[in-house]
């Protein structure tokens, strides 16, 4: 039995597209995609979509500038579509689904996002592993093993491991308010470990496991 590798392969209709030193890996169509020493990695269609520094199993399905950093370990990288998403170097095994300028940032692993607009995992000098957020505008988390399921503006701060942010705007979890939750509303803050705020705007839950319901 004979096996032959798949080395670098462009297919379709193609336009400027560049598929250098990657074995096994794939442009099918699209114009100025660029595969650049990523092996076993692919590009669907779409244009201005680049996979580089080794992003290894990495995968840009279509869309427009959107990029993945990779880097030597860097592996399953996954960017569905949309515009100027982009995946950071050394960020392993993440998945961004589409959207608009949303960011997993650099050595921020096992992270996700789902969709929306300049959504952001993590920050340069800040790596954030198993995090996510779900949808939404401008919605940021810092924290590991976190979540912002969505609204607008909303942010969970480095240490509050384990915190969550269900919807609303200007939402705000504190730094180092570990396992704390603002489930929706207006500027509400969760400031410490275990604290709740179920709704309303402008309310903070500032003691350990308290709660505010609503209101404000």
Same mark, same amino acid.
């Given at each position: ?27 099918? !169509? ?43 370990? !860097? ?142």
């Amino acid at each position: 039995l004979m096996t032959t590798a798949l080395h670098a392969q462009n297919f379709g209709t193609q336009t400027g597209n560049t598929n250098s030193n990657t074995n096994n890996s794939v442009i099918v !169509s699209g114009q100025n995609n660029r595969l650049l020493a990523s092996p076993w990695s692919f590009i669907g269609s779409g244009s201005g979509n680049v996979i580089t520094n080794g992003g290894h199993y990495s995968v840009i399905g279509g869309g427009l500038n959107n990029f993945d950093a990779g880097s030597a370990s !860097s592996k399953l990288g996954f960017i569905g579509g949309g515009l100027q998403n982009t995946i950071g170097f050394n960020a392993r095994f993440s998945f961004l689904g589409g959207g608009w300028s949303n960011v997993v940032s650099s050595n921020s692993t096992y992270s996700f996002i789902g969709g929306g607009a300049q959504n952001t995992i993590g920050a340069d000098g800040v790596p954030t592993l198993y995090a996510a957020v779900v949808a939404g505008n401008r919605n940021t988390t810092r924290a590991n093993y976190s979540l912002v399921f969505g609204g607008a503006q909303n942010t969970i701060n480095a240490g509050a491991v384990g915190s969550f942010i269900g919807s609303g705007q200007f939402n705000i979890v504190s730094p180092n308010a570990q396992n704390a939750a603002v489930l929706s509303g207006y500027s509400n803050v969760a400031g410490t470990n275990y604290a709740l705020v179920m709704g309303g705007y402008y309310n903070e839950a500032t003691g350990v496991a308290s709660l505010v319901a609503g209101g404000s």
